[in-house]
């Protein structure tokens, strides 16, 4: 499959250009930045010269020096039959590769900060919730005890919170599962073959992409929705895409949230080219600081699976997840879901019930904590020279655009402290570039995250020190640290 950037959206990307600055210049390091920062995927097919030099009102000779320019820096080669085509040089970057492995992101010591994972700390009143479930157990310790589709009360609850958000849902829709990467999972086993196209947003949740590829999927990477639209609904319409895996509520890990036109363009594409839209909401109620203003996916994509969990509104330790699917779809689902395991734990499905009842989402008291600890993180921005970020308003994570190819120095020079991050490069869908970037969860309690904070502006000091001299900030990307 070929992608390409049309000559508008490459103008969109590249902003206004610097004075001063040679034309050619300017559009070779532009276009360079953006290969770096994983905004124009490895592979994708630049503009022809008579497109952008009309677009951009340049010269022919400007824009033939530039992209000689990106392909004597190895950032573009010339295919026959395809025109120029962006790439990383020498293929993935230092941490590029494959994640680090579970037990060499787990903190060796009392002293060690973790910042790999974005789950905050369980909900106020989850010790009643457990004492009110346990009351509810002897009625159901007289039985085996399986239930393989989920305890009913809690997919009645579920179903009604589906209802009142604006999705007319049933209890039959719904498929209790063990968090929500079980879920996806049993999804992508019913409705995947090996290989088939599964388009995914870049960057994505790794576990996610991981359990793609798993099924043997073939998963392609996609610009953001937030980015451009239309160049996502190109790929689904280029790569005879089978399903695409979309986060539309507080995107992980950039915090994007999809429009209400946004929503209904890419169910449009979904309708028009027969794929199964994947809806991972398993953070649609983290929002801080207003809810979302926009109706939920299945509301403009009927057809459309969505999985959700506990783990970030009440607690990860629940391990409760969910499906919600069209009628068609869940006996193939709960088909495949019984190769898995044959259901989550009773106790644990009491306690969500009684939660979803009682509080719905995540409280009040949660969502002040966390606004508090993201407060702290993004301190770093006038702490850490160059740093940006767009604040959402909600998740639970910050994704900083860094002014240096510096994602993996950062890293090392963190756990050398003693605080663990994640790579930018650990959330491409295909492994390659993101070392501008990198994500600072903020759901750990505020003595923590200022410990963290003072590690990490140590440590970019460090870096900034040893980074290339000269190094352009994407005038794309703005601060907003109020």
């Known amino acids: 499959?070929?992608?390409?950037?049309s000559a508008r959206r490459l103008s969109v990307l590249l902003g206004p250009r610097a004075g001063g600055t040679p034309a050619y210049s300017w559009l070779a390091d532009g276009i360079r930045q953006l290969v770096a920062d994983g905004r124009l995927l490895h592979g994708t097919r630049l503009p022809s010269e008579r497109e952008l030099l009309s677009q951009l009102g340049v010269s022919r000779t400007t824009v033939t020096r530039a992209y000689g320019v990106l392909r004597d820096r190895g950032y573009a080669s010339a295919v026959r039959g395809s025109g120029t085509v962006v790439q990383v040089p020498g293929g993935p970057v230092a941490g590029g590769g494959e994640p680090l492995e579970l037990s060499s992101l787990q903190p060796s010591g009392g002293d060690v900060i973790d910042l790999t994972c974005a789950a905050p700390a369980a909900t106020p009143g989850l010790n009643r919730a457990y004492a009110a479930a346990v009351e509810r157990m002897p009625s159901f310790i007289a039985a085996a005890g399986y239930f393989p589709l989920g305890v009913p009360e809690l997919r009645e609850a579920l179903a009604e919170r589906f209802t009142d958000r604006g999705v007319a849902t049933d209890p039959d829709q719904i498929i209790v599962t063990t968090g929500a990467l079980a879920g996806l999972a049993a999804v992508f086993r019913a409705g995947l073959n090996r290989a088939d196209p599964v388009v995914v947003e870049s960057p994505s949740y790794p576990n996610s992409v991981r359990a793609l590829e798993h099924a043997g999927a073939r998963v392609i990477g996609a610009?953001?929705?937030?980015?451009?639209?239309?160049?996502?609904a190109g790929v689904i319409r280029r790569s005879n895409a089978r399903m695409m895996l979309a986060m539309p509520d507080f995107h992980n890990p950039t915090g994007h949230v999809w429009s209400d036109d946004e929503r209904a363009h890419v169910a449009r594409k979904w309708r028009s080219t027969g794929v199964v839209g994947v809806v991972d909401e398993t953070m649609s109620d983290t929002w801080l600081d207003r809810p979302i203003d926009?109706?939920?996916?299945?509301?403009?994509?009927?057809?459309?699976?969505?999985?959700?969990?506990?783990?970030?509104?009440?607690w990860g330790g629940l391990r409760i997840g969910w499906i919600r699917a069209p009628h068609a779809l869940v006996g193939a689902i709960a088909r495949a879901r019984l190769?898995?395991?044959?259901?989550a734990p009773?106790?644990?499905?009491?306690?969500?019930?009684?939660?979803?009842r009682s509080q719905g989402g995540l409280s009040d008291e949660s969502r002040e904590r966390i606004?508090?600890?993201?407060?702290?993180?993004l301190g770093l921005a006038?702490?850490?020279a160059g740093w940006q970020v767009e604040v959402s308003t909600g998740g639970l994570s910050l994704w900083w655009h860094l002014p240096s190819e510096s994602s993996t120095a950062l890293v090392t020079a963190a756990e050398r402290r003693g605080v663990l991050l994640a790579p930018g490069a650990l959330f491409a869908v295909d492994g390659r570039g993101l070392e501008r970037w990198v994500r600072t969860p903020y759901a750990l309690d505020e003595v923590s995250l200022h410990r963290a904070a003072d590690v990490i502006a140590e440590a970019w000091g460090e870096v900034?020190?040893?980074?290339?001299?000269?190094?352009?900030?994407?005038a794309t990307w703005r601060t907003n640290a109020t």
């Open 464 to 474: 900034a020190a040893s980074a290339p001299r000269g190094s352009r900030v994407d």
């Open 223 to 232: 610009p953001l929705v937030a980015d451009g639209v239309e160049e996502v």
């Open 294 to 314: 926009a109706r939920p996916m299945a509301a403009h994509a009927p057809g459309c699976v969505t999985v959700g969990s506990a783990s970030k509104t009440f």
């Open 371 to 377: 606004k508090a600890s993201r407060q702290v993180m």
């Open 346 to 356: 009773v106790l644990e499905q009491l306690v969500v019930a009684g939660l979803l």
């Open 382 to 384: 006038t702490r850490c």
């Open 339 to 343: 190769s898995m395991d044959l259901g």
């Open 1 to 5: 499959m070929e992608s390409r950037v």
